[in-house]
């Protein structure tokens, strides 16, 4: 009864040693990679550290390009990117069921 609600382990389990501030940095940078407006930056003052915007700028760039944080990072990114194709395939789609059947009639404005 149990094991139909249980979720498989991951594929590839990640062990990275990361300390609070970078992983908020890393859900600051996710949060705006799934609203479309990733910077590294912004998520790098905003998690917590305290520096110029050229110096958070530097660093948010040299944080985001290290392996413990891509291995956190990367997938995450990738089905970001899959959900968001998916989501413009089904507009793509219900568009041209419009146009299929809304393609020639006139428009209608008053």
Do not use: K, W
């Not at 940095?25 to 912004?42: H, N």
């Amino acid at each position: 009864m149990g094991r139909a609600n249980r979720t498989p382990p991951p594929a590839e389990v990640v062990d990275v040693a990361l300390n609070s501030r970078q992983l908020r940095f890393i859900a600051a940078y996710l949060q705006g990679l799934r609203e479309g407006t990733p910077c590294a930056t912004t998520a790098y003052l905003s998690a917590g550290y305290r520096a110029s915007r050229e110096s958070a700028h530097a660093s948010a760039s040299r944080l985001l390009a290290s392996e413990p944080v891509q291995q956190l990072v990367r997938p995450a990114a990738q089905a970001i990117e899959a959900a968001r194709l998916q989501q413009v395939r089904g507009l793509e789609a219900m568009r041209d069921q419009i146009m299929e059947q809304y393609g020639s009639a006139p428009v209608h404005t008053e």
